[in-house]
């Protein structure tokens, strides 16, 4: 049954990939959510039998790579954590594929499109129940690749093709840190099996090794190695241009790939290994300060934005960043909840948003939408849900994930836990902010959009209706129904799978600050909300008097334009890079020095030296006369052994001289011969 | 027997040899010099052969001197015959226009 969840999937990939021609779209669309539906009530069952039942399952498959000490093999652990997030990838990729059959419909490519999916809930599957690190690299590459091949479904978009390539260059640069990371974790405890590593870790808690000729601390090195590949996957700050960028896939791909699954990957590789970050004060330090960086910019780009989706991608940036620095402060628990809830409104805000493209006529500018509430009530009700449950709104699922997270950033009482603290309180302020400024533009305000666009707009059918309904529902309730097995107090559901260390432990503390402090969030939250409706309700004046200061223009361009990072990106990376490649490394490289060191350069020579031998013959009598004349004396020389240099020089050195005399011929011939 | 140098004899003979070497490739114009210069070296070469032969009171080296001088005889008949024809052919003998075998 365990295995069946994983390969169920891949199944449903191969029919509706290799035979989808065959089966027609909706015959590979059944398949494959037949497959996802199969997979996600034995993800129930294990969810079941691992976490309420406590007893976790792990199948040794076969083996894969067996050599020497390095051994990966096909192994499947499903403990706690897995089963989580088996219930969650399970169940938010079968609502998406019951979304695209409809979204999709009128699209020629529906079985490839369907059969990505599946390939992607596989690999994403295969990830979180890995037993070693080989295996999870392989999940991790998988989702990579499936979000290239989705983010580029529209191949033919030149705008679709460029970020599906920036999507998989970015996360390529995290995958080196990950893949270096899976190489130092071997060279430290000689195996790759994550049971071994983590009962390892405590004898390792000084070792040593060199990096690029530092010596670093071995577990230190590891984490932050391994935290450089969850920055590229999990878009924190540095590598997050990606994730905006990907929105220009269809909209049930963003909800899967961008906001559920994939991209909560990175933050589950922490969460898995919180047994070895639990032993690097230094490593958790990094990862809360760029987890609360992360969540504080995100949320003041999505403040600006006006591309619906990407608003929507920016506040899952955000989002990322408090569960990246829920884990750096110890609290994996806590993160893991966050992430699981997250999933569930995050999926409902995107197919939301999918569903209003979808009635505009694939219109995504906020600017150009607007009285959608009359006409989509059904989604209007669905996108408050999830943008009250994504602001924290009190006994809505987010609610109790991300108050629980800013508690305990609270609740550490050092200089590290105040920073995330407050920069979570501000991103919680702005947070509401734009998800109330979104449900503003495109629901409230007179409609903005064209006429023909409104008249043909129609609320969400059945089969895009029902996935909404449900993820609303679970929006709703998970949270408060989950709270208690997740992150109760002394609760038995992780089981091992986490280990947090006494000393880092501030579950306790969190219960007693002060009231007024466990207040803060829901009341900047409202505050939040209620500025933005008050802003673009009743003051549009303001509004429009700021547009005349040059400081809010200035701000509003910096915000808007994402913090200059792309432009910091390509003017200084990417184009310096494309520069050396070109210039140096090619130019100067590849076609310069290799080329007059190697086979052009020795072509010249050879010719040129040929030419001069060949003009030493130049059809004069008296010419020929003297050169017999001194070969004829060389060899008496040589023959009578009479060395007549020898006394001035030292003969080993005659080698230099003909080597030196070739390469004066060379170049001596070369200049005149680009004079002509 | 008077005890002479032999060396004097043979100085003379290499002096001419080189004469007629320097001959061949320090003259750029006339190609009859050049035929002369030839002779020349034979004869010096003959000197020698005849030095040799009366110092070391040996009959074979003035045998060798007798051939030679066929030889040579010969070669010079040849040699103006092909002058000949070629100043037939070129209307000139100058040596310096002789170079349409170039390389």
Request: aromatic share 18%; hydrophobic share 55%; charged share 10%.
């Amino acid at each position: 049954m365990y295995l069946t969840i994983i390969f169920l999937p891949l199944v449903g990939c191969f029919f509706s990939g290799f035979f989808g021609r065959f089966l027609s779209p909706k015959g590979s669309a059944f398949i494959t959510i037949l497959g996802i539906f199969i997979a996600f009530i034995f993800s129930l069952v294990a969810f079941f039998e691992v976490g309420l039942s406590l007893c976790p399952c792990y199948i040794q498959l076969l083996p894969w790579i067996d050599c020497e000490l390095f051994d990966a093999s096909w192994g499947f652990m499903f403990d706690t954590i897995s089963v989580g997030m088996c219930v969650t990838v399970t169940f938010i990729s079968l609502l998406v594929h019951i979304y695209s059959t409809s979204y999709m419909s009128h699209d020629p490519h529906q079985p490839r499109f369907m059969a990505y999916l599946s390939l992607f809930t596989f690999f994403m599957l295969c990830l979180v129940t890995a037993d070693n690190f080989i295996q999870l690299f392989l999940g991790w590459e998988g989702v990579g690749l499936c979000s290239y091949l989705l983010i580029n479904f529209w191949f033919t978009r030149l705008q679709a093709n460029k970020a599906a390539i920036k999507a998989m260059i970015i996360n390529r640069i995290g995958d080196v840190g990950l893949a270096l990371g899976v190489f130092a974790a071997f060279i430290v405890f000689k195996t790759t099996n994550f049971s071994v590593i983590f009962s390892l870790v405590p004898y390792y808690v000084n070792h040593e090794i060199f990096f690029f000729t530092y010596k670093c601390n071995a577990i230190t090195l590891i984490g932050l190695l391994l935290f450089i590949g969850s920055v590229g996957k999990s878009a924190q700050l540095g590598l997050h241009t990606w994730l905006p960028d990907a929105m220009e896939g269809p909209t049930p791909v963003s909800a899967l790939i961008h906001a559920a699954t994939m991209v909560t990957a990175g933050v589950f590789l922490i969460i898995r290994c919180s047994p070895l970050y639990e032993y690097s004060e230094s490593a958790l330090f990094i990862i809360v300060i760029f987890g609360a960086l992360t969540a504080f910019f995100a949320a003041t780009i999505g403040l600006l934005q006006n591309d619906l989706k990407k608003i929507i991608a920016y506040s899952t940036c955000s989002q990322l960043g408090y569960m990246v620095f829920a884990c750096g402060l110890s609290s994996y628990s806590v993160s893991m909840f966050h992430l699981v809830n997250h999933a569930y409104f995050k999926a409902l805000l995107f197919l939301s948003a999918g569903s209003v493209i979808h009635a505009l006529n694939n219109e995504q500018d906020m600017r150009r939408m607007g009285g959608l509430l009359q006409v989509l009530p059904f989604t209007y009700c669905m996108f408050v849900v999830g943008s009250l449950a994504l602001m924290g709104f009190p006994f809505l699922t987010g609610f109790y994930s991300k108050d629980a997270i800013l508690e305990i950033a609270y609740a550490k009482y050092n200089f590290i836990g105040t920073f995330a603290h407050w920069l979570g309180i501000i991103s919680a302020f702005f947070t509401a902010f734009y998800s109330f400024r979104l449900i503003y533009f495109t629901f409230v305000i007179s409609p903005n959009g064209y006429k023909t666009n409104m008249q043909n707009a129609h609320d969400a059918p059945l089969l895009m209706g029902l996935p909404l309904f449900l993820l609303s529902v679970a929006s709703i309730f998970i949270g408060y129904l989950t709270r208690d097995l997740y992150i109760g107090l002394g609760t038995p559901f992780w089981n091992n799978a986490i280990y947090t260390a006494p000393q880092n432990l501030s579950y306790i503390d969190a219960e007693f600050i002060p009231t007024s402090i466990k207040w803060l969030p829901v009341i900047f939250s409202l505050l939040g909300a209620i500025l933005s409706i008050f802003l673009y309700h009743n003051c549009k004046q303001i509004l429009y008097n700021l547009t005349s200061i040059s400081l809010f223009r200035y701000i509003y361009a910096f915000l808007n334009r994402r913090w200059l990072f792309d432009r910091l990106q390509n003017d200084f990376i990417g184009d310096s890079f494309l520069k050396i490649g070109y210039s140096i490394t090619y130019k100067k490289l590849d076609k310069g020095i290799i080329e007059v060191i190697g086979p052009k350069g020795i072509i010249n020579l050879t010719t040129n030296i040929g030419k001069q031998v060949i003009s030493l013959q130049s059809g004069l009598i008296h010419q020929y006369a003297s050169l017999i004349f001194v070969g004829v004396i060389f060899i008496v020389i040589k023959i009578t052994n009479f060395n007549f240099f020898h006394p001035f020089i030292d003969i080993h050195v005659y080698f230099l001289f003909i080597i030196g005399l070739l390469f004066t011929n060379f170049f001596y011939v070369k200049t005149k011969t680009s004079s002509k | 027997m008077f005890s002479i140098d032999q060396s004097k004899y043979l100085f003379v003979s290499i002096v001419l040899f080189l004469i007629g070497v320097s001959g061949i490739f320090l003259n750029r114009k006339n190609i009859i010099i050049l035929l002369m210069s030839i002779e020349l070296m034979l004869l010096s070469i003959n000197f020698n052969f005849i030095i040799f032969s009366v110092f070391l009171d040996d009959i074979l080296g003035q045998l060798f001197a007798l051939l030679i001088l066929t030889i040579a005889a010969a070669e010079s008949a040849i040699g103006l015959a092909i002058l000949v024809i070629y100043y037939r052919v070129r209307g000139t003998i100058s040596i310096e226009l002789i170079n349409l075998m170039k390389g």
